[in-house]
């Protein structure tokens, strides 16, 4: 079980949000970023949801430290501070999330999820999906049953869809990601990998990439997927 730490000043809010995500995470708590990095330092923490204005070290200077010491691990502030400016802040200094308060506890846990999900991606190169892998060491999909190698452009689609299930990519979108900004490809190329891509996958009954008419491509993880 992942643990998230929860930073927050106030404490009703704090344990409120612990709450929330107490049984699906194992839950610790601190009241201001210097407490935050004590915890951090101890080792263990997996994800940080904190806030921004809080006494001591606040939000920003909390996210800075830890990114200035290297650490990784997903950064995500739940705060009453909503303006552009702010959220420019955050992201410019590393948060991989910004959600503002009042807030869907449904959302919190659907964004912690993702972003515990990418962090595993990002360090082992890897997507379990069911009894499927898809391995970018390998350049291949596979199970008990199958093993099926693609070439790097065609994996690098794949693993692009599959590492954000359910977002639409436009085809321009793909191309830049996949084959780069001054590619001479044109977006007909994304066309052909996919077909490609969906030839191969046949058998796979995980997950599918979906076409979305009028949008781009979406990769679906089928319920026998689903953990």
């Given at each position: 079980m992942?643990t998230v730490?929860v930073v927050?000043?106030e404490?009703?809010?704090?344990?409120?949000?612990?709450?929330?995500?107490?049984?699906q995470?194992?839950?610790?708590?601190?009241?201001?970023?210097?407490?935050?990095?004590?915890?951090?330092?101890?080792?263990?923490?997996?994800?940080?949801?904190a806030?921004?204005?809080?006494?001591?070290?606040d939000?920003?200077?909390?996210l800075?430290?830890?990114?200035?010491?290297?650490?990784?691990m997903?950064?995500?502030?739940?705060?009453?501070?909503?303006?552009?400016?702010?959220?420019?802040?955050?992201f410019?200094?590393?948060t991989d999330?910004?959600?503002?308060?009042p807030?869907?506890?449904?959302?919190?846990?659907?964004?912690?999820?993702?972003?515990?999900?990418?962090?595993?991606?990002?360090e082992?190169?890897?997507?379990?999906?069911g009894s499927?892998?898809v391995?970018?060491?390998?350049?291949?999909?596979?199970?008990?049953?199958?093993?099926?190698?693609?070439?790097?452009?065609?994996f690098?689609?794949?693993?692009?869809?599959l590492?954000?299930p359910?977002?639409?990519f436009?085809?321009?979108?793909l191309?830049?990601?996949?084959?780069?900004?001054?590619?001479?490809?044109?977006?007909?190329?994304?066309?052909?990998?996919?077909?490609?891509?969906?030839?191969?996958?046949?058998?796979?009954?995980e997950?599918?990439?979906?076409?979305?008419?009028?949008?781009?491509?979406?990769?679906?993880?089928?319920e026998?997927?689903?953990?």
């Amino acid at each position: 079980m992942a643990t998230v730490l929860v930073v927050d000043d106030e404490r009703n809010m704090r344990l409120l949000t612990a709450a929330r995500l107490d049984g699906q995470y194992k839950v610790l708590t601190a009241k201001d970023g210097e407490e935050a990095l004590e915890i951090i330092h101890k080792g263990g923490v997996d994800l940080v949801v904190a806030d921004i204005m809080m006494p001591h070290m606040d939000g920003y200077e909390l996210l800075r430290k830890l990114r200035d010491e290297g650490y990784s691990m997903p950064f995500l502030f739940l705060t009453a501070k909503e303006s552009l400016e702010d959220k420019e802040r955050g992201f410019s200094l590393g948060t991989d999330d910004y959600i503002t308060k009042p807030f869907s506890s449904d959302e919190l846990l659907w964004r912690i999820k993702a972003l515990l999900r990418r962090a595993e991606i990002a360090e082992s190169r890897k997507i379990r999906i069911g009894s499927v892998t898809v391995d970018s060491e390998k350049y291949a999909v596979y199970s008990d049953t199958e093993y099926i190698e693609f070439p790097k452009k065609e994996f690098d689609l794949l693993f692009r869809l599959l590492s954000y299930p359910d977002q639409i990519f436009s085809k321009e979108q793909l191309l830049e990601n996949v084959w780069g900004y001054d590619s001479a490809s044109g977006e007909d190329t994304v066309k052909t990998h996919i077909s490609r891509i969906r030839n191969k996958l046949a058998g796979i009954r995980e997950f599918s990439i979906i076409t979305i008419k009028g949008l781009g491509y979406k990769a679906v993880i089928n319920e026998g997927g689903r953990s």
